[in-house]
């Protein structure tokens, strides 16, 4: 019998979560088997809840309900680590799970966690806070901040998403930073800074196409400051993923980044929102998940 405890956070995808893991009692009470324990999440940054449901049931298996950010909330609770970890896509953004899982449907990613198969995947740290996609400094950090403090009513969460990225690719302002690698030192304007794992976030932005979240590396993305009209036409090509070759982009493959400006920079993590001068990050390895 494998011990699963089966963490759903209500009110991610504008509800959407909250029928899914009814869905996933039907499907548990079908499977006897195995020991299903449910939580479903009461607010926000429920680490502490969390972190008592783990040291209660000792499970096998830790299996998320939600989107990116309830990833990253149940990432950040350390007992997490030594489980084996399932996703079951249920956000506004679940870019993590694409990667894991592929093109597979909600019924069948609950179905896929009584799977067998087991692989690791990196995971980085930013400010002594885990993340698995990346960390996005700069325009996508102001994005994050607006689409969270948005309040306009009737609007989902996805569309509040693409208001803030208009607003942003008009009027955010540039601002000079210092990066720092093992073998690169860098001062300059910069429009953003993507420190990735997986290839894509926000919902799908393929930001960094060339990622792998098993090489024990992470992926710094710099793009150059730039006008309002040369962001309007560039957006889409960072959509897609075919931004790399631009002559204001540049690339690079390190382990640890340090990322410091004289002014407060907006980021976010898999999506949640942070901001500060500066910025330390590197990668780890040793996430399982079931695959």
Partial sequence: MIKILVICNPFAGGGTAKKVGADYETFAKQ?????????????????????????????????????????????????????????????????FYRLVYGPISIAESIQAVMRTGRDDYDFGICNNRYFLNGVGIGFDGSV?????RMKVPFVSSKWKYWIA???NVLFYRSVEVEVKTSNEQIKKRLFMIAIANGTEYGGGFRISPESDAQDGLLNLILIDALSPLKRLFNIPKVESGEHLSAPFVSQYKVKKVQVSSQSLMYAHLDGEQMSANVFDIEIRSGITFVV
């Fill in 31 to 95: 499977h006897k088997q195995h020991n299903f324990i449910f939580y479903y999440t009461e607010k926000p940054n429920d680490l502490t809840a969390i972190q008592e449901q783990i040291q209660l049931a000792q499970p096998d298996v830790v299996s998320i309900v939600g989107g990116d950010g309830t990833v990253n909330e149940v990432l950040n609770v350390t007992d997490v680590h030594n489980r084996t970890i399932h996703l079951v896509p249920a956000g506004s953004g679940n870019d």
């Fill in 144 to 148: 994050a901040r607006e689409t969270m």
């Fill in 165 to 167: 990225i208009f607003k």
